[in-house]
């Protein structure tokens, strides 16, 4: 007879460090990706699940919290709590459920893994190194020394006007972005790799409309809050001495489509530090107060603050302070995005006016610097990066839209009945 299991591919991470929720909980990773909280109790029994009999399992569960479990506690945490999380088989041995996969707002999908696991094992272990204290210090001096030097005794302008006009230039500018960016997420696997936990598989995929690279840096729950915060900034740490070789090879050669690369990777460097959509800002916040989900934080906040209800049950599950630092990021959050979204709606018909102009100029010269393959695969890149914050626009703003809609037309019916109830009682 089939017994009750932990479904092939979970992994239990274990105890959440330095959280922020008043009873720390500990976190399983579902084969899908998921990471789900569980309380003390199931964690436990998640562990003394492999294939025994209901009655062993029971036993186990006994021993291991000190407290007397009969087969039919275990059989219902099984059936009413691990199985349907898709994290176990029911208690017969039947499979669980489907699982469904929870996209977070904003968040990160269509990912393709490139690099196994072992591959950016083996990769982060060549550049662990780098995170040894006194590296760190050296690297941040020199860091701080070559961009006094960049800003105050370069003419970037120019420099930028000089590549614009050069489409081989752009697209080796684009290149080097692009290696920015690998080199970024080497950042985060090798930081994880220096705090002591295996990083997961490397690969590209779509973040709202924008193409990007991401490393499955799951693992680093299982460091404390030092480690974890180490894993967020280690992509751009790896920025900085990317910029530092760059700034070495422009020193050398003088030349200025370097200058422009090192420009495109401050930009980087400034987008992956904004904590108000997912890039390592926002979670260098969640790590800081140890919850790793804010923005479903965000409704009970402002109902709690603004609307001064009474306290959400998800909110009492906070510590003091994490609350404190989350209720500052909601209202820092709402306004910032609010005013983003309401200045880009406004330019919106002068930004399409521009790009349009921009593009017909891009496509009438793509062959005119002598080089036509080049010029107009150098075009239709720029022309990309102009639509691209248009298309990301609209789908930042169609969940939103679409969730409202929804919830008007669920309230409509309701008020609609409740009309005719009142007019009947006339």
């Not at 393709?112 to 272990?125: H, I, K, M, S």
């Not at 290696?179 to 970024?184: L, R």
């Amino acid at each position: 007879m089939a017994q009750p299991a932990l479904v092939a591919g979970t992994e239990l991470v274990g105890e959440f460090e330095d959280s922020g929720y008043r009873e720390p909980p500990h976190l399983v990773c579902r084969p899908d990706g998921q990471v789900v909280r569980l309380p003390v109790l199931l964690y436990q029994l998640a562990r003394v699940l492999d294939g025994r009999p209901v009655a062993q399992v029971a036993e186990h569960l006994s021993r291991e919290t000190g407290r007397r479990f009969a087969a039919e506690h275990v059989v219902f945490l099984i059936d009413k709590k691990l199985a349907p999380l898709g994290l176990s088989t029911y208690s017969d041995g039947s499979p669980p459920p489907p699982m469904v996969r929870t996209d977070p707002f904003l968040a990160f999908r269509f990912r393709l893994a490139v690099l196994p696991e072992q591959a950016t094992w083996f990769l982060a272990g060549l550049f662990a190194w780098l995170f040894r204290p006194v590296l760190v210090l050296l690297a941040l001096g020199a860091f701080a020394y070559g961009e006094v030097w960049l800003w105050m005794t370069q003419d970037t302008g120019a420099a930028l006007q000089s590549v614009l006009s050069s489409p081989t230039d752009v697209l080796l500018v684009v290149l080097l972005a692009v290696a920015s960016c690998v080199f970024h997420e080497m950042g985060h696997g090798a930081a994880c790799r220096y705090g002591g936990v295996r990083p997961g598989a490397m690969g590209c995929g779509i973040y709202l409309v924008w193409p990007a690279f991401y490393t499955d840096i799951t693992s680093s729950y299982r460091l404390g809050r030092a480690g974890r915060i180490r894993a967020d900034l280690g992509g751009v740490y790896f920025n900085g001495l990317f910029v530092l070789g760059l700034l070495g090879l422009y020193g050398a050669t003088g030349n200025p489509l370097l200058l422009v690369a090192i420009l495109s990777v401050h930009l980087e460097m400034i987008q992956q530090l904004l904590p108000t959509l997912r890039f390592d800002g926002y979670y260098i916040v969640a790590d800081l107060v140890g919850i790793p989900d804010l923005f479903k934080y965000i409704a009970p906040i402002l109902k709690r603050v603004v609307l001064r209800r009474p306290q959400d049950e998800c909110l009492k599950a906070l510590k003091r302070w994490p609350q404190i630092v989350v209720a500052v990021w909601v209202l820092f959050l709402v306004p910032a995005l609010t005013l983003q979204l309401g200045m880009m709606l406004v330019n919106l018909p002068q930004l399409l006016r521009t790009d349009w102009l921009t593009v017909r100029a891009l496509i009438g010269n793509a062959g005119a610097a002598g080089y036509p393959v080049l010029g107009t695969v150098a075009a239709c890149l720029q022309i990309v990066l102009l639509t691209l914050p248009v298309a990301g626009l609209a789908v930042a703003l169609w969940r939103p839209v679409r969730s409202l809609a929804r919830a008007a037309r669920k309230r409509l019916p309701v008020r609609r009945a409740t009309r005719v109830a009142v007019s009947s009682s006339r």
